[in-house]
């Protein structure tokens, strides 16, 4: 099946992309704006994916004991939007964290932030991920390790893994369409060696599905772990 953007992408487009991602300093820093525009609807098909495994992994919670969810790289937080409408207001403490200014500004605005529904942090990739040791049920990503530099890939694998309770999980999407096809060429890391490094991390349990785009027509790589 080939879906409305299986098409080649258009040169000049392509090299604007790309001069995002490859910023100075060989840091992931932020997506392009066009870049956003143009996988806004991947995106929300891959985070209500993502939102969906993490709703039927979540454990069960009360107000008074809340399930707490962290997503690695929020984007413009179409994964949090969906993990709000699927759980009762209460029972799930949101956090986020992006390395992109532009993110977060999106991310607000469709959340409409309250401080005792979700928390947004700006930190870049390689920086510790300011949350507690231990204290989330579950770490959701969307396409995220796959467009960190390879140097950073393990630490970010260590992290996700050192703020996870012992019963924790991680729920990752992977290979959305145009990440995908613009950060290959930058050599960033793809499915096997985030699979290698969330195992060397420590995750056990690697279970690896696939489920198809409706805009694209190509798989999504739906990823799940547990804390040993």
């Known amino acids: 099946m080939r879906g409305p953007l ?3 992408l258009p040169r000049r ?29 991947e995106q929300q098909h891959a985070s209500r994916l ?20 962290l ?10 939007a969906e993990l709000r409408r699927l759980r009762p207001v209460g029972e799930l403490r949101l956090l986020g964290v ?20 979700a928390k947004l942090f700006h930190c870049q990739a390689d920086d510790l991920l300011p949350v507690a040791t231990g204290s989330c049920n579950l770490v959701a990503q969307v396409n995220c390790f796959g467009v960190l530099p390879r140097a950073q890939l393990a630490g970010a694998c260590r992290e996700a893994y050192r703020v996870l309770r012992p019963d924790g999980r991680l ?25 290698a490094a969330l195992e060397a991390a420590g995750f056990s349990r690697l ?21 040993r």
């Open 98 to 117: 992006d390395a992109s200014s532009l993110a977060l500004k999106l991310a607000t605005a469709q959340l409409g932030i309250e401080p005792d529904n």
């Open 13 to 41: 487009l392509r090299q604007l992309v790309l001069a995002n991602y490859a910023c100075p300093g060989n840091r992931t820093g932020h997506l392009a704006r066009l870049a956003f525009r143009l996988a806004s609807h």
């Open 6 to 8: 299986s098409l080649p």
């Open 50 to 69: 993502c939102a969906e495994a993490c709703i039927d992994l979540l454990p069960a919670a009360t107000p008074a004991s809340p399930a707490t969810c």
């Open 207 to 227: 279970k690896h599905s696939r489920r198809q785009c409706r805009l694209t027509g190509r798989p999504l790589h739906l990823v799940t772990a547990e804390v």
């Open 171 to 195: 729920v990752a999407v992977a290979d959305c369409w145009l990440t995908s096809r613009l950060v290959a060429e930058l050599g960033r890391p793809d499915l096997l060696d985030s699979l």
């Open 71 to 80: 997503e690695v790289g929020f984007g413009a937080g179409h994964a949090l």
